[in-house]
């Protein structure tokens, strides 16, 4: 078997259906296999696999096993070559994982592979590629200062080597992620991507930053104001510097309390969230019970034109693939000016998030 997508899930029901069939769509003609492991959801996740993707094998636990040892225990199980370990919240194109897959084949020493990842509004992920968070960039970083802490020396739109891939999407292959022994069960949520990107550059393999493929992320990087987030990000930040950078007994100590200083006065930045005056639907028919469900007028279109700053785009996948939704979120001018939703095929919902700082959310019809 070529490719095996490990998908790990925890309470998105809705993003992981769209996830999936995106998945299903892109490994259409490749050998390849689909893993969930559900780390204990209480939603109706787990039904709707079942149901809906009855060829997907499915891990049920029952306890939350965090996201370093769920995803580990669906690789265990998986049989592909390669793997492609992907969050429930994300949405690729049609011909992701042959691009991927050509990319691949054609390196040597290949360690990880990232991809550009864009938010629910189109935004570029500057998560998509990092520097290793040595001791002055994590503090840096930490007190928000961010300009290190990412790989801003290669171009977005550039393929090329970097250091740290985030754990939303990495491709690798299977007997790298072996040898360096998968993810650090230690993390139990943030840090272990980059904790396992940096193994695999320290066993000799070069990661890469592929710039031709772009994925959307719906809730893409949490931020410093989630007081969850800010506590899992500074833990795994204390383990991943102990492990790798331990130096002296002073100077860890003053990491330490920057870290601790940092976590109480960390920066909270401003989200502006775009209202919506009206919808336009991208199909070629006027989804009755989708009428129904919003409340502000709908237009039917085929092509985008005319659009006006404050519109609401539904693209419907029935008529649009998903390589040219991801074509039109990346549309700088067209993002400025509208937010997205999409209407996935054989569905009863519309699918969205209109800031990077949030999951987003599902609208069901009525």
């Avoid at 999936?20 to 003609?29: G, P």
């Avoid at 022994?181 to 990661?207: K, Q, T």
């Avoid at 919902?349 to 069901?364: H, L, P, T």
Wanted: hydrophobic share 40%; with cysteine; glycine share 6%.
């Amino acid at each position: 078997m070529k490719l095996s997508v490990v998908i790990l899930n925890y309470n998105v029901r809705y993003f992981l259906e769209l996830c999936l069939k995106s998945v299903q769509a892109a490994i259409s003609t490749i050998d390849a296999e689909i893993i969930v492991v559900d780390n204990n959801s209480t939603d109706e996740s787990c039904n709707m696999v079942k149901q809906l993707f009855p060829g997907v094998t499915l891990i049920e636990n029952k306890e939350n096993l965090g996201f370093s040892k769920g995803n580990n225990q669906g690789i265990i199980l998986s049989k592909g070559e390669y793997i492609c370990i992907l969050n429930p919240d994300t949405v690729v194109a049609e011909d992701s994982f042959t691009s991927l897959l050509r990319f691949a084949q054609k390196k040597e020493k290949l360690g990880i592979i990232g991809c550009k990842l864009i938010d629910g509004a189109g935004q570029f992920l500057p998560e998509s590629k990092r520097n290793i968070p040595m001791e002055k960039v994590a503090v840096k970083k930490i007190f928000g200062n961010s300009k290190e802490y990412y790989a801003n020396h290669l171009d977005q739109d550039v393929t090329g080597k970097v250091d740290i891939l985030v754990g939303a999407f990495m491709f690798v292959r299977r007997s790298v992620y072996n040898q360096v022994n998968g993810f650090d069960e230690d993390y139990f949520m943030y840090g272990e991507d980059i904790d396992l990107s940096y193994r695999v550059l320290m066993a000799g393999y070069n990661n890469y930053y592929f710039a031709d493929t772009t994925v959307i992320h719906y809730k893409g990087e949490s931020t410093l104001k989630d007081k969850d987030y800010a506590k899992g990000f500074y833990n795994a930040m204390q383990i991943f510097y102990e492990k790798h950078f331990k130096s002296n007994v002073l100077f860890d100590t003053l990491v330490w309390l920057g870290i601790k200083i940092a976590y109480f006065f960390r920066n909270e930045p401003k989200i502006e969230i775009k209202k919506v005056k009206k919808y336009v639907l991208v199909s070629n028919t006027i989804n009755d019970r989708l009428k129904q469900t919003l409340s502000k007028e709908i237009v039917l279109k085929m092509h985008l034109n005319d659009i006006q700053k404050g519109d609401e785009i539904i693209f419907d996948t029935n008529v649009i693939s998903l390589k040219e939704i991801i074509k039109h979120f990346s549309n700088s001018e067209l993002n400025k000016l509208v937010t997205f939703k999409i209407l996935p095929k054989k569905s009863n919902y519309i699918i969205g998030s209109n800031s990077s700082r949030f999951r987003g959310e599902a609208i069901c019809f009525k």
